[in-house]
T-cell receptor, first 110, second 111 residues
Framework: DAEITQSPRHKITETGRQVTLACHQT?????MFWYRQDLGHGLRLIHY???????NKGEVSDGYSVSRSNTEDLPLTLESAASSQTSVYFC?????????FGPGTRLTVL | AQSVSQHNHHVILSEAASLELGCNYS??????LFWYVQYPGQHLQLLLK??????LVKGIKGFEAEFIKSKFSFNLRKPSVQWSDTAEYFC?????????FGTGTRLQVFP
């Protein structure tokens, strides 16, 4: 079955380190998204992509970057992790009007 | 840009009680609206969606939502909740190809 996966599922890192979260989908969807979920804020959009080589900033993009070298993957990089980036990160892909979400990555920055 | 407000942050109900969760979006025109559910420890799943047509939308697990254009609202309802409905519920509106989410409502259902 087609699916969307995220890895790692849990990550603990230290302030200042570079961290990359992986997102892989097998639906061949052009649109992919990264959100962070925080208590009291719901889900906020970090970056999104409408296809290979296309990336766009979302609402809370500072300190994050993405790259899209193929249709299946949209890795999210924290250039220099900060404690404020402790959160749960969800990747999603979409076709038409519906988004499908991955299982999430819980990131703790100490 | 669109925004979404969910006024109920935490709702506690007993089993068999009726549920209504509020959702308002910021401006009109053509809107695509969604309700997602997140069960404890799981990812978001689509409950229901509205694009056009009948403003009363039926979703999975007995949930429904009513689109009221004059009130900019898309409230979620269920006539009789179950313990298994304990989860966080998110309303979302589509803005171009992006989803704008509300802050979520945590529902706890006690037996």
């Amino acid at each position: 079955d087609a699916e969307i996966t995220q890895s790692p599922r849990h990550k603990i890192t230290e302030t200042g380190r570079q961290v990359t979260l992986a997102c892989h989908q097998t639906w061949n969807h052009n649109n992919m998204f990264w959100y962070r979920q925080d208590l009291g804020h719901g889900l906020r959009l970090i970056h999104y992509s409408y296809g290979v080589q296309d990336t766009n900033k979302g609402e809370v993009s500072d300190g994050y970057s993405v790259s899209r070298s193929n249709t299946e993957d949209l890795p999210l990089t924290l250039e220099s992790a900060a404690s404020s980036q402790t959160s749960v990160y969800f990747c999603a892909s979409s076709v038409g009007n519906e988004q499908f979400f991955g299982p999430g990555t819980r990131l703790t920055v100490l | 840009a669109q925004s979404v407000s969910q006024h109920n942050h935490h709702v506690i109900l007993s089993e068999a009680a009726s549920l209504e969760l509020g959702c308002n979006y910021s401006y009109g025109g053509t809107v695509n609206l969604f309700w997602y559910v997140q069960y404890p420890g799981q990812h978001l799943q689509l409950l229901l969606k509205y694009f056009s047509g009948d403003p009363l939308v039926k979703g999975i697990k007995g949930f429904e939502a009513e689109f009221i254009k004059s009130k900019f609202s898309f409230n979620l309802r269920k006539p009789s909740v179950q313990w298994s409905d304990t989860a966080e519920y998110f309303c979302a509106v589509k803005d171009t190809d992006k989803l704008i989410f509300g802050t979520g409502t945590r529902l706890q259902v006690f037996p």
